[in-house]
Antibody, heavy 117, light 110 residues
Framework: QVQLVQSGSELKKPGASVKLSCKASGYTFTSYALNWVRQAPGQGLEWMGWINTDTGSSMFAQGFRGRFVFSLDTSVSTAYLQISSLKPEDTAVYYC??????????WGQGTLVTVSS | QSALTQPASVSGSPGQSITVSCTGTSSDVGSYNFVSWYQQHPGQAPKLMIYEGSKRPSGVSNRFSGSKSGNTASLTISGLQAEDEADYYCCSYARSNSYVFGTGTKVTVL
């Protein structure tokens, strides 16, 4: 079945970097864009942007430009989200989600990133 | 792009119908029929419930329905059941290949 499996929780210090993964299975990886969504503790969903899994081009929502990078390894059907210069306010669950036409399905299980000294 | 506006909470008794609203602008909800709705239980990933405003994915109960009027989209849950208690988020396609989520609504089954 179509599935997205994300990497495990991360605990990082402020100023460090982190790279999260999202491995796809059950479909042709390069046929659908992947989106990333952030959910801070107790807060709502926030769209971060997408990456075209065929061309590698990406787009970021305002507020996620600069420290955030999307990348791919199509040989293993995996997308990555790298966040640099981590701040305590980056503490959140980060979800990847397959974009089908104009909706998101399925979603990965999420990766909790905790930024604390 | 500002978040779409949803009520913080909506409640109903088992068997009743409730409606969750999602208000955007002419730049998102009002311009496109690309509103989707997601259900999120505590500690779980969101799940697609409605797409393109009113379409239900395979496996989603027909108790869930969606509609849109102007800049406001709505999700209606009929025959409310205990398992429907969750957070619900709307999402709309916006200009320039972007998306925006709603603020989220906690649905409580009394």
């Amino acid at each position: 079945q179509v599935q997205l499996v994300q990497s495990g929780s991360e605990l990082k210090k402020p100023g460090a970097s982190v790279k999260l993964s999202c491995k796809a299975s059950g479909y042709t990886f390069t046929s659908y864009a992947l989106n990333w969504v952030r959910q801070a503790p107790g807060q709502g969903l926030e769209w971060m942007g997408w990456i075209n899994t065929d061309t590698g081009s990406s787009m970021f929502a305002q507020g996620f430009r600069g420290r955030f990078v999307f990348s791919l390894d199509t040989s293993v059907s995996t997308a990555y989200l790298q966040i640099s210069s981590l701040k305590p306010e980056d503490t959140a669950v980060y979800y990847c989600a397959r974009e089908e036409e104009n909706w998101f399905d399925p979603w990965g299980q999420g990766t909790l990133v905790t930024v604390s000294s | 792009q500002s978040a779409l506006t949803q009520p913080a909470s909506v409640s109903g008794s088992p068997g009743q119908s409730i409606t969750v609203s999602c208000t955007g602008t002419s730049s998102d909800v009002g311009s496109y029929n690309f509103v989707s709705w997601y259900q999120q239980h505590p500690g779980q990933a969101p799940k697609l419930m409605i797409y393109e405003g009113s379409k239900r994915p395979s496996g989603v109960s027909n108790r869930f329905s969606g509609s849109k009027s102007g800049n406001t989209a709505s999700l209606t849950i009929s025959g409310l059941q205990a398992e429907d208690e969750a957070d619900y988020y709307c999402c709309s396609y916006a200009r320039s290949n972007s998306y925006v989520f709603g603020t989220g609504t906690k649905v409580t089954v009394l």
